[in-house]
């Protein structure tokens, strides 16, 4: 089969290699029919992770079941259905209590495993012609009789709409409040998204790109530009300095000034300052353990200059981690069947999975118009 493949810093390949198979009685074979290029594959593309060559990338599934081993039980050939990123067992102690992307049965060692993921397990990844899905009972959403029509929206199950919307959970958002969003690319373009869908009144969104901008306010949020002035200063001002009750993180460590210059504290300390006292700040942008080619000394070892005192003094709470997809993707996906949402609005290019080089490279550039793109791995 065909498969994006990762060579080194910058250089993915569209390569052949051997089709997957059924290893385990509870795995299925899934033929993809779409899978996202997600803000997480570039840490790997840019050489920030210590992910293996060779390793096939992608973990935003969608397919059609074509093999089940012969202990699934609820799935068959035909099946439509969407893979959360986070594989998870079922029955394990954090499973059991909802938190799928913490499972310590399928990454030894670990509480986390997920598809063609740097230190998340050895799963290959999805953007591909075929994904093997382990525990497949318990992984595989199995998607309405509108599927195919609206298979962009459901793609975005995988991973951007549930992360979007577990920001909001982690930051206890609800209806009436103000919420500030950092990061307009797509995980934060779902956070405001979801802030909005459960209620909240004024939804601010800060990056420094126009066309994610324009997007925030074609959905109804106020668009931040903290290119023009430090986007604390513009919260207070829309808030008459009394701050938003919510704020969520969606950059991660990665965050940059407007001119491009790495602060990996930059936005966490921003909502310690725009968050009112008692608010709740959600983390879902990505903070490494090790990032040793950083160039901040203190990020080397994932640590970053966090504003403690002000936290504190405004009794702030924050929580923060991988989404457990499973505990919002069935929810989500009846926002969609029922047309009460619509996440698709987000997609900037449809192209066949030839093209990955040629995507990953634009939109790693961040470049004007290169939002999210859906691969489609030839029928
Ligand atoms: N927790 C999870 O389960 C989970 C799942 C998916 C993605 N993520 C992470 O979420 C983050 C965002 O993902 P994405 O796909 O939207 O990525 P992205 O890189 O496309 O978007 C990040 C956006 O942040 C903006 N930005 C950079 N510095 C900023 C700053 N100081 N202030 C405001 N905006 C700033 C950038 O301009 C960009 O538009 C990544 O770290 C990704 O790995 C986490
Ligand atoms: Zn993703
Ligand atoms: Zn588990």
Redesign the pocket.
């Known amino acids: 089969m065909k498969a994006v493949v990762y060579n080194g810093p910058r250089d993915i390949a569209v390569a052949n290699i051997p089709d997957p198979r059924i290893e385990r009685p509870t795995d299925a074979l899934v033929r993809i029919m779409a899978t996202n290029i997600?803000?997480?594959d570039?840490?790997m593309y840019e050489g920030r992770t210590d992910v293996e060559p060779g390793k096939v990338l992608g973990h935003e599934p969608l397919g059609e079941i074509v093999e089940i081993g012969a202990a699934v039980t609820r799935l068959e050939p035909g099946d439509i259905v969407c893979m959360p990123?986070n594989i998870s067992c079922g029955f394990c102690s954090n499973c059991e209590r909802g938190y799928t992307?913490f499972c310590v049965t399928v990454n030894p060692g670990y509480a986390g495993g997920a598809y063609g993921y740097a230190g998340m397990g050895p799963y290959d990844g999805g953007q591909a012609e075929y994904l093997r899905v382990p525990f497949a009972d318990f992984n595989c959403l199995k998607l309405p009789e509108d599927a195919l029509e609206k298979i962009d929206d459901y793609v975005m199950l995988a991973?951007?709409f549930p992360?979007g919307y577990?920001a909001t959970e982690l930051a206890d958002v609800r209806p009436g409040e103000s919420v500030a969003v950092?990061?307009?690319?797509?995980?934060?373009?779902m956070a405001a998204y979801s802030a909005l869908i459960r209620g909240a009144s004024q939804v601010m969104l800060?990056?420094?790109?126009a066309d994610?901008l324009a997007l925030a306010e074609g959905l109804g949020a106020i668009p931040i530009d903290?290119s023009k002035a430090p986007?604390v200063e513009q919260i207070m001002a829309l808030t008459r300095g009394r701050g938003v009750d919510k704020g969520c993180e969606?950059?991660?460590?990665?965050?940059?000034?407007?001119r491009g210059r790495e602060?990996p504290s930059?936005?966490l300390n921003?909502l310690v300052g725009a968050v009112r006292p008692t608010g709740a700040i959600g983390v879902?942008?990505?903070f490494m353990s090790e990032d040793p080619h950083s160039s901040n000394k203190l990020a080397k070892h994932g640590h970053v200059d966090f504003d403690i005192g002000l936290f504190f003094e405004k009794g702030l709470r924050m929580g923060s981690?991988?989404?457990n997809v499973k505990v919002y993707n069935r929810w989500l996906c009846e926002l969609i069947r029922r047309d009460r949402a619509k996440p698709s609005f987000i997609i900037s290019h449809r192209l066949p999975l030839e093209d990955a080089p040629h995507a990953y490279r634009h939109?790693d550039a961040?470049e004007d118009g290169w939002?999210?793109v859906v691969l489609r791995p030839a029928a």
């Open positions: 997600c803000g997480s570039l840490h990123f992307g991973d951007i992360t577990h950092f990061g307009a690319g797509p995980v934060g373009l800060v990056d420094r790109h994610r903290d986007p969606c950059v991660g460590y990665h965050a940059h000034d407007p602060h930059a936005t921003a879902v942008g990505v981690g991988q989404t939109f961040r939002t999210k």
